[in-house]
């Protein structure tokens, strides 16, 4: 980082200038604005080591100064470091013990870092001291978040009590209704924000895909490519603008819009797994198997990235692929033994590698795991008595 003030020095030469003394050093408080200035710089430019360093010192400086804490914490947020970003809340609530406002902050870090039960004890420390209709609503999305529905629902219909005219709210009360299978009110509540505030793009977005889940594609398309045009940085434009031009048969379009989408948000999981998707479905197994990579080094719990991935190496067929295959599924089945369908590939890698005995066991381990309707219960049986008939 640049020094901050220049020390006086004799001119080079032994010079009898007068110098006039040196520079009045910048005190805390100035030295703490600029290194947010430059930190805010950097992260524009997208130097994010600089920025790190350079919010960490304007941090420093001023650890009780909400600002910095927050675009320090969103920075953080944005670059996948949802732990760090809970640190750096921290240190601004020890610096203030009796701040709410670094309570949300707080809870939006513990969100990103999946600590659902931590988010909740956050908020609701938050509403006891003082009642909010931002926390209601952030409070109902965790609660719908950790499968208490009902919960969920109150919260947020408590702020909007608070608040009618915060169509945030509005729009979560939305997502909340889809999650638990009341469309129709969902539909009712996006169409009146929709009347009142034509251009909100969270509203397009989840209106759109109810549209697309109707297969009304038409206009779900007409509402994701409205949301791209009002706010073309947002990567969840671009993910469900690219979802619908795939169930409209424009391939090449979909696969455009997923490739904004990661190159906005590479760290979401999601998008490079839809991506993976997408690039499957034209045959293309060595492209997706990168995509789903990438989507598990995001996300090592995403629900299908492993077992794509798996069945991409599977169908490539290499020695290194398939002993990649085999270090993925076994990953997966440490974290999530109840994940089925990865003992069933795992038992298909195995088998293809000749190591016959391995998939027997793990054919099994499929076979105790699976529901009974599974569609490979049989396959799996049937390849049982095949690999131990070869085994003696």
């Not at 048969?249 to 455009?256: C, F, I």
């Amino acid at each position: 980082m640049a020094t901050l003030f220049l020390a006086w020095a004799p001119a080079c030469g032994g010079s009898s200038k007068k110098n006039n003394g040196p520079t009045q050093r910048l005190s805390p408080e100035e030295e703490g604005k600029k290194a947010l200035t430059q930190a805010i710089e950097a992260q524009e430019a997208g130097k994010v080591e600089e920025a790190v360093d350079l919010f960490q010192r304007a941090q420093e400086l001023r650890p009780g100064h909400y600002e910095t804490t927050e675009r320090y914490a969103r920075f953080l947020l944005a670059q996948h470091r949802p732990e760090d970003a809970t640190k750096v809340v921290r240190t601004y609530l020890e610096e203030n013990p009796a701040a709410t406002d670094g309570l949300l902050l707080l809870a939006d870090a513990q969100i990103a870092s999946r600590d659902y039960d931590g988010a909740y004890e956050t908020l609701t420390e938050r509403l006891a001291l003082e009642e909010d209709a931002a926390s209601y609503a952030r409070r109902g999305e965790v609660r719908m978040l950790q499968g208490k529905h009902e919960e969920g629902l109150v919260d947020i219909e408590q702020a909007i009590k608070l608040a009618p005219n915060e169509h945030s709210h509005r729009v979560a009360l939305a997502r909340a209704l889809i999650e638990t299978g009341d469309r129709e009110r969902a539909a009712t509540e996006l169409e009146e924000v929709l009347a009142e505030d034509p251009e909100n793009v969270p509203a397009l977005l989840v209106s759109g895909a109810l549209l697309r889940d109707q297969r009304e594609l038409e206009q779900a398309f007409e509402r994701h490519q409205k949301a791209v045009d009002l706010d073309r940085a947002n990567y969840e434009a671009h993910y469900e603008l690219g979802i619908t031009q795939f169930f409209l048969g424009k391939s090449e379009e979909a696969e455009a819009s997923l490739e904004e989408a990661t190159r906005l948000a590479p760290h979401d999981a999601q998008s490079w797994y839809v991506y993976g998707e997408l690039v499957r479905n034209r045959g293309a197994a060595e492209e997706a198997a990168v995509m789903y990579r990438k989507a598990r080094d995001n996300d090592i719990d995403h629900d299908k990235a492993s077992t794509k991935l798996a069945l991409m190496l599977l169908e490539l067929g290499t020695p290194e692929n398939l002993e990649e295959g085999i270090t993925v599924l076994t990953a997966r089945l440490e974290r999530h033994p109840e994940d089925s369908l990865a003992y069933f590939l795992l038992g298909e890698i195995y088998e293809k590698s000749e190591r016959y005995a391995e998939a027997v066991e793990a054919y099994e381990r499929y076979l105790n795991a699976a529901e009974r309707d599974e569609p490979d219960v049989a396959t799996a049986r049937r390849k049982v008595r095949a690999l131990k008939r070869k085994l003696r």
